[in-house]
């Protein structure tokens, strides 16, 4: 059975030394693109990488004409990437996952056919979490943290994996560098009034690399930042008054 088909999509992969997955997102992204539509782009950021991940894409660009690969001289956080890839997209769909390859861009077609006409925007959740134990317990202790803090309706806030209309991130305003930006976005959008559908999509074990949350420096400037962002969004309701 075909995939629901969409007007036009950007397809957006934030990337920090994800040289040895890379390649094989752009290819997946580009076979799941053509399924759901005949007119689309690949965005890779390349957020200050220190490994591979620039060569590799200087190569996969001369292959690939519609990728497109938006550098960053340094590092400056997984949300400021998003951010990049956001502002750089031209079409009227949004797609975006991570670099690392713990989601298949292949499952596009997933939150393609999960569109209705009682959804705005389309968000995955992972049908199991394939990590080791300590970041099962530490991811799940952080949904449950935010979903009651912030009000959150969808079930897994922490699944990259996202289909969402650029209309509503050209009108939605996130400032989040770091990978709190997944939180801020999905309490924007809720809170202004659209509607997710959700779809099962499986999560890999990470291949390469090096994750940067599951350490204790970035766990406490997340918990910190999660602060921040309550008073803003909940306390203070910010966003709601521009």
């Not at 997933?110 to 300590?134: C, F, H, P």
Request: hydrophobic content about 40%.
């Amino acid at each position: 059975m075909s995939a629901k088909r969409i007007s036009s999509l950007s397809a957006i992969f934030p990337a920090y030394n994800d040289g040895g997955t890379i390649a094989s997102m752009i290819a997946a992204a580009k076979l799941a693109l053509a399924q759901v539509t005949d007119d689309y782009e690949i965005i890779v950021v390349n957020d200050g990488s220190e490994d591979y991940t620039a060569q590799m894409l200087e190569e996969m660009s001369a292959r690939y004409p519609k990728l497109r690969v938006i550098t960053h001289p340094t590092n400056r956080g997984y949300g400021a990437a998003l951010r990049s890839g956001f502002a750089a997209a031209t079409k009227e769909w949004v797609f975006y996952t991570d670099g690392d390859s713990q989601y298949n861009p292949l499952e596009l077609t997933v939150l393609a056919d999960a569109l209705d006409e009682n959804a705005d925007a389309v968000n995955g959740y992972k049908i199991s979490r394939n990590d080791s134990l300590a970041r099962i317990v530490i991811g799940r202790a952080y949904h449950y943290l935010v979903k009651i803090l912030f009000n959150i309706h969808i079930r897994d806030v922490d699944c990259d994996f996202r289909l969402i209309p650029r209309r509503i991130l050209d009108e939605i305003e996130l400032i989040s560098s770091s990978g709190a930006i997944c939180l801020e976005l999905v309490k924007k959008i809720e809170d202004a009034g659209y509607v997710f559908a959700e779809a099962p999509v499986n999560h890999y074990s990470r291949k390469y690399g090096v994750s940067q949350f599951f350490v204790p420096r970035r766990v406490y400037q997340t918990l910190r930042r999660i602060a921040l962002l309550y008073v803003s969004l909940v306390i203070r309701k910010e966003h709601l008054k521009k």
